[in-house]
């Protein structure tokens, strides 16, 4: 997999040129290899995994904020972006073990003083293409990976949680409006869609119904090609059908007047 | 209608006991004579109407805060709040005209940096018992009352556009869940009920239709009782039937499996 390194440190080694209290965290889903991913990042100074997030400066939006902190990580521009949760419990940077870990990775005081002081998190969500995304990594961030999101390993502060969020979020577009444009390829088959739906759900879903229910909301197109690079029966390749995708999802479920 | 005066001032007199560059606005929603409505504040000094909102105290939950917010402003406890979106534009709280109004109102210079500073804000809507909120002054709110949605007087900073929001998402609700429980009296005629739809979509919807979509969605009780307190033909009563109203809340359409 392709991997970027970004050599430029400033301005984010000075943290007292951002607002303080806030903070931006994002959970940058990728679809690959039927598997859900999620991108996450690990501190040089740490050692420990974390969402990739940073901080708002104060001339910059939040939602600019966003864009640019994920663009560092995944080098992607135009990333769909969606604000799904704020997290602000009191404590969440400063839990039990927190301060020990910061004082075992021998950064300065000033930058351990910023990491566990209050701070507000902003969750946001990013469906991307898995196969456009460079993770990226810089001298502060020594590892920027894609892990199963069955498997992702020990976070940082509350982030596990956040991730849940997100997953729910994730689950709760999926079970109301039409998902897959943005994560899976252009073409693809009703089992790489399938596979997208079990991931994201975390549970088996019955080959015949998924495919009945799929093809009758409207919003495949049946290609006359078939995938040719996998060992078995050529299976059928599908489109989404951009019209029909958009309609549902701004439609209403019987509230709609 | 029912007001209440609450005479402390402190600790709200001293912006610097808050977080900085964070606020709260919170969209209350209430239902009365067949109109949406949202409560709004006139702060004392300022002359200009305003959501009621307020800042976050160091050691309290951005949830917590929102709630303390909303309790002060309507003597309501439990109130059902949910977070809709981030305001995160740069110039937010330093609009044209800011600066002027804040000189104009004689705040001292304190306060007028405390309010014209970068300001993050939550943007929290309530849908509340209109029946039960006690609109509540301080000696710092010189007013605080409901408006009908389509009569907001002209807002402070970028209100309008959170209202705007609020309203997309309340909306955005309507036309996916069942909506009402909160808004409306445990029992209720169908045009009442119609009336609520109207309202928050902003546009008259056919009556009969109206009604045989609801039925069919089988999430209201006729009651064995009339409205009697009207003057023309007494019209049936509805209780929402908690148990469907619920599986509906948490239903998909036709994307679950």
């Known amino acids: 997999m392709q991997t970027k390194k970004n050599t430029a440190t400033a301005p984010y080694d000075d943290f007292s040129k951002f607002l303080p209290h806030i ?7 990728g679809f690959h290899e039927n598997q859900l991913k999620i991108l996450l990042i690990k501190w040089e100074k ?3 995994w974390s969402l990739p997030g940073g901080f708002i400066f104060p001339e910059e939006s939040v939602d600019a904020a966003a864009k640019r902190i994920l663009q560092e990580r995944t080098s992607l521009q135009n990333i769909f972006l969606e604000q799904f949760k704020i997290f602000g419990e009191v404590n969440r940077t400063n839990l039990p ?14 930058t351990q003083q910023w990491l566990l002081q209050r701070t507000i998190s902003l969750g946001y969500y990013a469906l991307v293409d898995f196969s456009k995304a460079i993770p990226t990594t810089t001298p502060l961030i020594a590892d920027c990976r894609w892990w199963d999101i069955s498997k992702v390993p020990h976070l940082i ?22 998902i897959g444009l943005n994560l ?3 073409k693809f088959t009703m089992t790489e869609l399938r596979r997208l739906y079990e991931t994201i759900l975390g549970k088996t879903i019955d080959r015949r119904n998924f495919e009945k229910k799929m093809l009758k909301l409207g919003i495949l197109d049946r290609l006359d090609e078939v995938k040719t690079d996998v060992g078995h029966k050529a299976p059928v390749l599908y489109r989404f059908n951009l ?9 209403d479920f019987g509230f709609g007047f």
């Open 23 to 29: 903070s931006i965290d994002c959970c940058v889903f």
């Open 46 to 48: 740490f050692g420990v």
């Open 97 to 110: 073990g927190s301060r020990e870990m910061l004082e075992r990775s021998e950064v300065d005081s000033q």
């Open 157 to 178: 502060h509350d982030h596990a949680d956040i991730v849940k969020h997100a997953l729910k979020a994730l689950q709760g577009h999926l079970l109301n409006k039409p």
């Open 184 to 186: 899976l390829p252009t």
């Open 243 to 251: 019209a029909t995708y958009d309609e549902l999802l701004n439609a």
